[in-house]
């Protein structure tokens, strides 16, 4: 039996097309999406990468920063302490040549602040009267505005009295979170 030769190449044509269509294709279509899988994986771990050199870098920045954060933690304390506050107002008083006749806590408000993420600014409201002269009073006011606190100062009464010096009556807000 004689075998036709253009039968036998279209057979096996036929033979090897259906071993890479049943075999070959399917392990080429795996490799494709296998590929895919790591490029999918290798961008997401850029992207880790720089967000976490991002965080790296901030930190970094903050750490060359820490006085001026320090500055700002003083600016608006997380737990002001009264005893320190009353502390730095009479000592300041006293400093620009003022008497404390009388120093109480007015008032305690706490202000919601328009961003969310601020959270609430307390008030601590304060009473002064003090004895002095109007130039110890400005500067008085000028140390308050100099200091690391914020303060505010909201009412000035004035007075005199029979001497020389005279009376002041300021109302004091300090901020803190």
């Known amino acids: 039996m ?20 049943f075999l070959v294709a399917p392990e080429y279509n ?23 050199g991002a965080i790296v870098k901030t930190y970094d ?4 920063h820490k006085k001026e954060i320090s500055k700002i933690d003083d600016a608006l ?3 002001p302490s009264f005893a320190q506050t009353v502390y730095f107002l009479q000592k300041t008083a ?4 003022l008497v404390v006749k009388n120093l109480s806590l007015s008032k ?8 969310s993420y601020a ?7 304060f009473t002064m009267d003090l004895l002095g002269g109007y130039t110890s009073l400005q500067s008085f006011i000028v140390s308050l505005e100099k200091s ?15 001497g020389s010096p005279y009376t002041f009556s300021l109302q004091i807000k300090a901020h803190s979170y």
Do not use: H
């Open 30 to 52: 795996t490799f494709l999406s296998l590929q895919t899988q790591i490029a999918e994986k290798n961008a997401e771990y850029k992207s880790q990468f720089a967000y976490y």
């Open 108 to 115: 305690s408000s706490s202000n919601e602040v328009g961003n």
């Open 61 to 64: 920045d903050l750490q060359n």
């Open 77 to 79: 304390p997380q737990n």
């Open 94 to 97: 006293q400093q620009n040549g």
């Open 148 to 162: 690391s606190r914020l303060f505010e100062v909201t009412n000035i009464s004035f007075g005199t009295s029979a």
């Open 2 to 21: 004689q075998i036709d030769r253009p039968i036998t190449i279209a057979l096996i044509l036929f033979i090897i097309l259906l071993l890479i269509f």
């Open 119 to 125: 959270g609430s600014v307390k008030d601590i409201g």
